[in-house]
């Protein structure tokens, strides 16, 4: 069974800086691509960013390039978000997904999810 547990998520002043991790287990860590998403109060769940399974490539929100950096150290099967300058806008519940079908923001095909991890930013 597939397991993603994100942690790290915590209340932090505006401008400053965070790093989710999310452990997996039960898959085959090095053929999934990963997948950070998040959902604010009252909005859907949206795309943050991704990384593919091998070839390093990333994808990013609009909204975070610049600021959030997506890695992975598939020696761990582990996944992070390294969110800098951050803003009250940012608050969310950040999840993160696996897929196996390459690098995308789509969320309908990631099959794996993780429970979320709670980033409050204050002004």
């Known amino acids: 069974q597939v397991h993603l547990v994100e942690s790290g998520g915590r209340l932090v002043q505006a401008g400053g800086s965070l790093r989710l991790s999310c452990a997996a287990s039960g898959l085959t860590f090095r053929n999934y691509a990963m997948g950070w998403f998040r959902q604010a109060p009252g909005r859907e769940r949206a795309f943050v960013a991704a990384?593919?399974?091998?070839?390093?490539?990333?994808n990013y929100a609009e909204s975070v390039k610049g600021r959030f950096t997506i890695s992975r150290d598939n020696a761990k099967n582990t996944v992070y978000l390294q969110m800098n300058s951050l803003k009250p806008e940012d608050t969310a519940v950040y999840y993160c997904a696996a897929t196996r079908a390459g690098l995308t923001s789509a969320s309908g095909v990631y099959t794996n999810w993780g429970q979320g991890t709670q980033v409050t930013v204050s002004s």
């Open positions: 990384i593919s399974w091998i070839a390093w490539n990333t």
